[in-house]
């Protein structure tokens, strides 16, 4: 009989991993790293729970490093399979992969030099050569097109309307008690700035398995947000302030570039400058702009007319160290978006460094903040963070602006889960805090009246 396993993203909103064994035939969905505490990090080095040269295929919803992050140790481990996913999942891959192996080489190198690992040597969970390896293992699925992952399991792919080229996944299992199984990975808002909402399923399915990062929440209606970033920025800038963004780099840094050039051009805010400080983020600038046919009529209509929508006005590009160096100088009313998101890596962190102790600047927070980061530490009303070994006082303003996430809120999910045609057997409520993925699961029995579960570590379920 068919099978599904919680691999990850179970308790936790990071380490998606789910496995479905049908005819023969093992496929996980998705393969990313756990993030955030310590004792998550170091899932990442346990065993998966399969031997990974038995899986025969993954299907990847996107790009983020929680859903892709383990591919490389898989790849490492013996897989040879295909990793299915839409091109532009395929082109982001690459770079977000390359630049994990990276800071995993420079993390096991740090802790050689400074004598303080375990194991010696301190050897990284995967290097740059295994990224590489897994590079060559995707294919490119475009949305709505029908594939045979084994006998009698076909995978398609929908808009999850998340980030770019990100997708629901939906396997069909065949046989004598044919199954379907829906995975939404990470869906989107109804109302995305750039892309088109996620797609529903009006001819339903049996399975459903659904994030819930905001499962306990709504957001406010993005016109407000609007204007709540606006009076941050203005507030700051009239004290002679500036303005860093912990941005995660894909989707977030466009998404906020798109946001501050609709209120300059609007009046709302002064054209100061901005600086992109994240080589990763530049390189997913790059890659959003190859995909324009992703974006909305009205993003393509704006690109149509000769115009950049991720160009404020007033654009300051840090490519170089020297050039990341130099915004510390910047002592004048200004944005400064730099990655990590979370804070936990990055350019960002010697920004904060700089910006944290002066009362005029704000560190303005966009998106979730997993447990055990700085980002959540700020947001939380930490009086210090350390960075670099030492702690840094914070004297800044810090600021939480929740409605810039590029994930659905509650309602959103609601309204999703209304586009299935029939009642499915059970939805499993996934990749979020246990506290938010609780509340969703009440709210889909309340409101919806589905079966709704939040699945353990490790529970294999029955599909069928």
């Known amino acids: 009989m068919a099978s599904l396993s919680f691999l990850g993203a179970v308790g936790t909103v990071t380490g998606s991993r789910f496995l479905v064994r049908a005819g023969g035939s093992s496929v996980l969905v998705d393969c990313g790293l756990f993030q955030g505490l310590k004792a998550l990090r170091l ?26 992050g383990y591919l490389p140790r898989l790849v490492r481990g013996g897989f040879r399979g295909p990793i299915y996913a839409t091109a532009a999942t395929i082109d982001l891959a690459e770079i977000m992969l390359a630049d994990a192996a990276h800071l995993q080489e420079e993390d096991a190198e740090y802790a050689n030099r400074k004598g303080f690992s375990k194991h ?28 045979e992952l084994g006998p009698g399991l076909s995978v398609r792919l929908r808009n999850a309307g998340h980030i770019l080229g990100s997708a629901t996944v939906e396997l069909a299992i065949g046989g004598k ?6 995975f939404s990975g990470d869906l989107g808002r109804v109302d995305p700035p750039l892309h088109y909402p996620p797609e529903g399923y009006p001819e339903g399915a049996d399975t459903i398995v659904v994030e819930s990062t905001y499962g306990d929440r709504n957001h406010p209606p993005r016109e407000q947000v609007l204007a709540e970033l606006a009076k941050v920025l203005k507030g700051t800038f009239r004290r002679g302030g500036s303005v860093l963004v912990p941005s ?28 992109v400080d994240s080589p990763l983020a530049l390189r997913g600038l790059e890659i959003y702009r ?11 209509a704006l690109i149509a007319r000769g115009e950049d929508p991720f160009d404020p006005g007033s654009l300051r590009i840090a ?5 990341s160096r130099a915004i510390n100088a910047c002592r004048f009313p200004c944005v400064i978006l730099s990655a990590s998101g979370m804070a936990t890596g990055g350019r960002v962190l010697h920004h904060l460094a700089q910006r944290l102790p002066e009362p005029r600047d704000t560190v303005l ?21 350390k960075i670099h070994g030492r702690y840094i006082g914070v004297r800044a303003e ?60 490790f529970e294999r379920v029955s599909l069928g």
């Open 43 to 68: 899932r990442n080095w346990e065993p998966l729970g399969v031997a990974l040269d038995s899986i025969d295929a993954v299907v990847v919803t996107h790009a983020h490093i929680d859903h892709i």
């Open 120 to 147: 010696t040597p301190a050897l990284p969970l995967f290097d740059t050569e295994d990224a590489r390896a897994t590079q060559k293992l995707f294919r490119a699925l475009p949305l709505h097109q029908k594939v």
């Open 177 to 182: 008690r044919p199954h379907t199984a829906v």
């Open 248 to 275: 995660f780099a894909i989707d977030r840094t466009p998404g906020l570039l798109f946001a501050l050039r609709g209120l300059i051009r609007a009046g709302e805010i002064p054209n100061v400058p901005v600086f």
């Open 290 to 300: 190859a995909h324009t046919e992703l974006f909305d009529a009205d993003v393509r």
């Open 319 to 323: 490519a170089t160290s020297d050039e």
């Open 365 to 385: 927070l966009v998106g979730f903040q997993a447990e055990g980061t700085r980002a959540r530490s700020l947001a939380t009303g930490a009086n210090t963070v």
């Open 398 to 457: 810090v600021k939480t602006l929740d409605g810039f996430s590029a994930h659905a809120d509650s309602a959103e999910i609601l309204s999703w889960l209304r586009t299935f045609g029939r009642e499915p057997q059970t939805v499993f409520v996934a990749h979020g805090e246990p506290s938010a993925s609780e509340a969703l699961a009440a709210s889909i029995r309340r409101e919806l009246g589905f079966t709704a579960v939040v699945p353990r570590l």
